[in-house]
């Protein structure tokens, strides 16, 4: 008597990847998902970059390995170095990871007003936290000055310093964008994401427009707070700031170097209201099953209005840069919605998923 087959023999699940070479050789190569719902409304193809599956569960796992081997090329460090880096968030947890992978110490300097989940991740992936006061970055005490000054104190150690050091924005120009390219085989019409340091927006648009001869199109998405909608949109002339968002990551006040060699390649920018972001969080969700934070919401909105300013039948691309979890005390929280005054924002039929007080 024969056994039973437990198993298909359709390849439907199995995909032939090899090993990877430890953790950093997991980061990148993350699916392309077509967002269905917002596909069929606007009969464009939208699809996110899935980066919250990156090891470390962002975008920023790419950046922070960039930063680390770019030292290690330029002879910064050697092995049982010290990485310094001044964050508030996934480029810390990226680099905390990248170090124990590769053996080095971690420090991080972060405004105190983050949240203690925040610092007791950092801490449990090894990482030295120096939390210290939240303060403008013109002035010498602001958390990127102070990691850049104890990077000088120390031998073998860098400072990554991601704003402005441009092989951030390289990991997206060899990495990221030639994955779209390869993903859509070519037929990509639009690109759109908000910037921090603008590595991941300004890095794609570089590869992508070269790729395509200039004709995929780049839009700068931007929240309340931010200048670089008012910048681009008059043309290097203003810088307006006004506002504040719930997104966390995103928003700049200044051009960084990331941004300042790509900016002249933007063709336009979307200013996305934070109650647009909100509902498209909880509209993921329950439509497609997606879990995001409020950045990737803002850049699915964006997309989105790209794809109706581009009419239908175009591709657009935008980038799903970490999960909802790291965030999930505030944006299910119906205390901190109503303290934002978000919650009517949120179609009645969605505010089911606002589970927490
Ligand atoms: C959640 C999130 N979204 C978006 C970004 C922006 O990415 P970039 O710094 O490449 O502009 C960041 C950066 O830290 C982030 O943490």
Request: glycine residues 10%.
């Amino acid at each position: 008597m024969s056994a039973r087959r437990l198993y298909s023999t359709s390849a439907r699940f199995v995909t032939s990847t090899k090993p990877t070479n430890g953790f950093v050789g997991a980061i990148g190569n993350t699916p392309l998902i077509r967002i269905n719902s917002l596909s069929k409304e606007t009969g464009c193809n939208i699809l996110g970059k899935a980066e919250f599956m990156n090891p470390g569960g962002s975008v920023k796992d790419r950046a922070a390995l960039f930063v680390v081997e770019d030292a290690e090329r330029k002879g910064l460090i050697k092995a049982g170095g010290t990485v310094i880096e001044g964050t508030a968030g996934n480029t810390g947890i990226g680099l905390a990871h990248v170090c124990r992978a590769k053996g080095y110490k971690c420090v991080i300097y972060m405004p105190n007003t983050q949240s203690q989940e925040k610092i007791d991740l950092l801490k449990m992936l090894g990482a030295d936290v120096r939390p210290v006061p939240a303060v403008a970055f013109d002035n010498p005490e602001n958390y990127n000055h102070q990691a850049r000054r104890y990077a000088e104190t120390l031998e073998n150690a860098v400072w990554t310093n991601q704003f402005d050091n441009i092989a951030n924005r390289q990991a997206h120009i060899e990495t990221t964008g030639p994955e779209i390219w390869a993903q859509t085989g070519g037929k990509v019409d639009g690109f759109t994401c908000a910037t921090g340091t603008a590595g991941t927006f300004a890095g794609t648009t570089r590869f992508l427009k070269e790729a395509s001869d200039g004709r995929v199109k780049s839009f700068a998405a931007d929240p309340p707070g931010s200048v670089i909608y008012s910048y681009i949109k008059s043309k290097g002339k203003e810088m307006i700031r006004g506002g504040s968002s719930i997104t966390e990551g995103i928003g700049q006040g200044r051009i960084t170097a990331n941004l300042q060699p790509d900016i002249d390649l933007v063709d336009d920018a979307l200013k996305i209201p934070d109650a647009d972001t909100i509902a498209m969080l909880y509209r993921l969700l329950d439509e497609e099953g997606i879990y995001l934070g409020a950045s990737s919401a803002l850049n699915v909105v964006a997309a989105y209005e790209m794809a109706k300013i581009l009419g239908p039948g175009k591709t657009v691309v935008t980038i799903l840069c970490d999960g909802a979890y790291r965030y999930q005390s505030r944006l299910f929280s119906r205390k901190w919605l109503e303290s934002k005054e978000l919650v009517d924002a949120i179609p009645e039929h969605l505010q089911k998923y606002i589970v927490l007080a």
